[in-house]
């Protein structure tokens, strides 16, 4: 299952560039994870000091 962005979202970007397979874009008003892209790697998790990120 993918990971997602949840809420908690800042639109900071920090996630983006930890993606390996570039799944991530910038949303409105938040960030999205493309599912079919995403490899539950958990990169984008651990970079984002707002913890919005969930598996």
């Known amino acids: ?3 997602v962005i949840t809420d908690a979202c800042v639109a ?3 996630c ?3 993606c390996p397979v570039e ?3 910038e949303g409105d008003p ?3 994870i493309d599912a079919a892209k995403c490899t539950d790697c ?3 998790a ?3 000091p707002a913890e ?3 598996g």
């Open 12 to 14: 900071c970007g920090t």
């Open 23 to 25: 799944a991530i874009s």
């Open 1 to 3: 299952m993918a990971h």
């Open 30 to 32: 938040i960030y999205v």
């Open 16 to 18: 983006v560039p930890e």
């Open 52 to 54: 919005a990120i969930k």
């Open 42 to 44: 958990g990169a984008c």
């Open 46 to 48: 651990t970079a984002c």
